[in-house]
């Protein structure tokens, strides 16, 4: 992989979490904060927001595919998906920083990740009225995704186990900040800034046809319908596990053997994780948290 320094890159030790902006951070997202914040964007950048584990890799997939699946390069061979799509603000050792990955795509438009909460959005993304989408997922199946997902990434920080694990994310002390505040803050956004894309993981899993098309129409695409069913099943979990440029496996940081990237890519597998009482608890606690907004969330499909 071009621009990868895997020894380096597998020197990489669990980052301590500390309060950065108002939030739960680790250095490999803020060493590199003047450049990110001074980050300028292109009034046809594309930004794909996402809180950690909510299905940011299936949609820059389908994004990638819609405006570079055509391109007989062999970008699609041989680059990873987290080159394609950068992350905005991350900076491992062994890799070039996302805001250098982003500066250096050859491709218009630019696609870019963020797990940042919308208030710490580099603001030339708002100020060029750059095209946003943001997938949520149900908090249940976020936190059981991003606990495994700890688990297996030495990028991450130390999960604990699931009790420590889930207390913690309903305290908003896993990187990137509180579930809750980053779902609600981009659903708010939505209701001023039209730019913005809302979409829910699940609907992706119960109809990622229909979700496609959407997307095609919010960005204005006339993608042939021939093309876009191509683009579904190509971007279908057991393809994207299959696929080496979409599953992570080049990635050292992250050990398979404790759990895959793409783990299982279902709506309710928190159902196989909570006990009641934490299901109780959870609940209770999550009726507080959300009873100012109208945003609503599946938990089973
Ligand atoms: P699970 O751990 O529940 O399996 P992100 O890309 O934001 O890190 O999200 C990763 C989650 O999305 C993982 O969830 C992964 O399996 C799931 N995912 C990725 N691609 C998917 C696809 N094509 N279909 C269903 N789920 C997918």
């Not at 996402?50 to 299905?55: D, E, M, Q, S, V």
């Not at 919308?118 to 199946?141: I, T």
Request: charge should be negative; hydrophobic fraction near 35%; proline fraction near 6%.
């Amino acid at each position: 992989m071009e621009g990868v320094d895997f020894a380096l890159l597998n020197t990489v030790t669990r980052p301590e979490v500390f309060e950065f902006e108002g939030i739960s951070m680790v250095h490999y997202f803020t060493d590199n904060w003047e450049k990110v914040q001074n980050f300028q964007a292109r009034p046809d950048d594309i930004l794909v927001a996402t809180y950690p584990k909510a299905g940011t890799t299936w949609v820059s997939y389908i994004l990638d595919l819609l405006y570079f699946g055509n391109i007989a390069d062999e970008r699609q061979a041989s680059m990873p998906i987290f080159m394609r799509v950068p992350f905005l603000e991350s900076i491992f050792p062994g890799l070039p920083s996302g805001v250098d990955l982003v500066d250096n795509l050859p491709t218009t438009p630019r696609l870019i990740k963020t797990h940042l909460p919308v208030q710490l959005v580099p603001k030339s993304f708002w100020e060029q009225n750059c095209k946003v989408v943001y997938v949520a997922r149900n908090a249940k199946d976020n936190a059981v995704s991003y606990f495994h997902f700890e688990r297996m990434n030495k990028g991450q920080p130390e999960p604990g186990d699931w009790n420590n694990f889930l207390q913690n994310f309903m305290e908003g002390k896993k990187v990137f900040g509180p579930w809750y505040d980053h779902v609600c803050g981009y659903w708010e956004k939505k209701q001023t800034y039209s730019n913005l894309h809302y979409m829910f993981f699940e609907d992706m899993v119960e109809d990622s046809r229909c979700e496609v098309e959407r997307l095609c129409s919010f960005l204005g695409l006339s993608t042939p319908l021939e093309e876009r069913e191509r683009i579904t099943e190509c971007t279908h979990f057991d393809k994207m596990k299959e696929n080496k440029m979409t599953n992570y496996s080049t990635v050292p940081t992250m050990d398979f053997k404790i759990s895959p990237f793409m783990r299982k890519g279902k709506v309710g597998d928190w159902k196989n994780h909570f006990t009641v009482a934490q299901n109780e608890q959870f609940d209770e606690h999550y009726k507080q948290r959300m009873q100012n907004t109208s945003l609503q969330f599946r938990t089973e499909i």
